[in-house]
């Protein structure tokens, strides 16, 4: 009888247990934890929250250079004393919009600064005195946004590029010969490429909850763990990590305080930790401080659409020059090209997170149509065909929060074919067609190890293989002569090898 009360007694006990425990893991499949003790999470579940992210960078930048160099021979005795100063400025800006009904990125960076010199050349007979001066500015513009019904999308873009140039240079030579030489220019270059796509699927950013796990594996490894999390757990706290990682701020100081003081109060109202001490703090802090590591991916997109676009520049410019005592002369000229193309895009981005560590991915993208190009000295005829295509695979380790490896393997193709107009070149009196087609195979390691949270281990190794094979017509007009016709063929093969390392500290 006695021995009856005691498995009774054992059974209920069992049952109790198993249905804490299950109570506990009910969220759980065998895919979620390995073991109790290796925490783990298909990043693939996790769907960013909306978020916005704003940044705005300005950047200094100052070069200077004097030099001084002697050229003796048995003729003459050159002396050069060069100075050169060069002050540029930035200002860029990136903005980052997430929400369920649209994907946007913006960015933008305006450049402007100017380069002053001096150079002086003293000879023998003679003393040249060369002073220059150019200044300008750039701006920089990329937009692409995907408007979401489900999942497909509708994908409006923009690139484009503008930027205008002054520039003035003053050569005089006096002594056994005297000469004077001035010229004036002035350039303008504006580049516009409108893309509209239609696609299907959506690609997330699964950094934050790859951070969160790393977290949380790290509370337990110092055992302040309190409880096993939940998947909802997880979740909830990636959408934390998601919002302070796009929070702004000026402080980097200030920032890291307001970080971990949420980071311990969410993970002590969630009960996930029951001890705010310093092996809680270290543990916390020791992976918030590497959080700035490329981003996971998780999602497939695909797309289709066109990006008609155009390139245009002006050069003009004015010499005044002066030999000896004779008259002076002036010469003023204008160069303009116009390019422009018309393109039909598309392509396929496959991102898969294989588990914590492991990334897989894929991209392919397609390019072809037609593209024209009128010069001041070259004019195509019509429209010239081009085709391109190209493709790249990989994998990415990323064992902790300090290391990421990352192999890839490319390939490419691309085609054109260009036809001269009726009127020859200006200068070199000729026509031609040409047909150029173009092979790259490659291979690509690159690997990153932070030293510290400033400190940062860069290392590169790449192949690649390279084939021309261009067939080129040409056609030579001489006055009074019949036509000369010469064709051409090459084949050009390269390969390359190369290695690379570099420390980089991060003052900021």
Not at 276 to 284: K, L, M, V
Not at 349 to 361: H, T
Request: charge should be negative; hydrophobic fraction near 35%.
């Amino acid at each position: 009888m006695k021995c009856l009360n005691l498995r009774n007694w054992l059974l209920i006990t069992s049952l109790i247990s198993f249905a804490s425990v299950y109570g506990q893991w009910e969220e759980y499949t065998s895919s979620a934890y390995r073991l109790k003790d290796t925490l783990n999470f298909n990043l693939k579940d996790y769907i960013n929250p909306e978020y916005h992210y704003r940044e705005l960078e300005a950047l200094f930048h100052l070069t200077g250079e004097l030099s001084s160099w002697t050229t003796d021979s048995y003729i003459y005795l050159n002396k050069t004393n060069s100075f050169n100063l060069s002050p540029d400025i930035s200002l860029s800006a990136n903005c980052i919009h997430n929400t369920l009904h649209r994907q946007q990125q913006t960015s933008w960076q305006l450049l402007g600064g100017f380069n002053a010199s001096n150079q002086t050349v003293d000879r023998i007979n003679y003393l040249t005195t060369i002073n220059s001066f150019s200044g300008g500015g750039n701006l920089y513009f990329n937009n692409e946004t995907r408007f979401y019904n489900g999942k497909r999308y509708l994908g409006v873009g923009m690139d484009a590029y503008l930027s205008y140039n002054k520039g003035y240079s003053k050569s005089e030579t006096s002594g056994y010969t005297s000469s004077f030489v001035e010229e004036r220019s002035t350039s303008v270059n504006l580049y516009v490429e409108p893309t509209i796509t239609v696609g299907w699927g959506r690609i997330e950013e699964t950094s934050n909850a790859w951070l969160t796990v790393h977290l949380l594996r790290a509370l337990q490894k110092s055992g302040r763990l309190a409880i096993i999390p939940t998947v909802r757990d997880v979740k909830q706290l990636a959408d934390l990590v998601t919002h302070l990682r796009n929070s702004r701020y000026f402080d980097y100081r200030f920032r890291l305080i307001a970080d971990l003081t949420a980071l311990d109060s969410a993970l002590r109202a969630s009960g996930l930790t029951s001890k705010a001490d310093i092996t809680t703090f270290s543990a916390i802090n020791d992976v918030w401080i590497y959080s700035n590591r490329p981003g996971r991916l998780s999602g497939n997109r695909l797309y289709a659409g066109i990006s008609p676009g155009i390139d245009w520049s002006r050069l003009d410019s004015k010499i005044t020059s002066q030999f000896m005592n004779q008259d002076s002369s002036v010469n003023n000229s204008v160069e303009e090209d116009n390019f422009q193309h018309y393109d039909f895009v598309a392509g396929l981005i496959c991102e898969k997170p294989l588990n914590m560590e492991w990334q897989q991915s894929l991209s392919v993208s397609a390019r072809g149509g037609l593209c024209t190009t009128q010069t001041t000295y070259l004019y195509e005829a019509g429209f010239s065909p081009h085709a391109e295509l190209l493709a790249i695979f990989g994998y990415g380790y990323y064992p902790n929060t300090r290391t990421s490896i990352k192999f890839s393997a490319t390939g490419g193709i691309d085609w054109q074919s260009v036809k001269t107009g009726e009127e020859p070149l200006v200068f070199l009196n000729e026509k031609y067609e040409m047909e150029e087609l173009n092979w790259n195979l490659g291979a690509n390691t690159v690997f990153q190890y932070y030293l510290s949270p400033s400190l940062r281990l860069n290392m590169n190794a790449s192949i690649s293989y390279d084939t021309n094979h261009s067939t080129t017509n040409m056609e030579y007009l001489v006055e009074g002569y019949p036509p000369t016709t010469k064709d051409q063929t090459i084949n050009d093969k390269a390969l390359q090898v190369s290695c690379s390392a570099s420390v980089v500290y991060m003052i900021w």
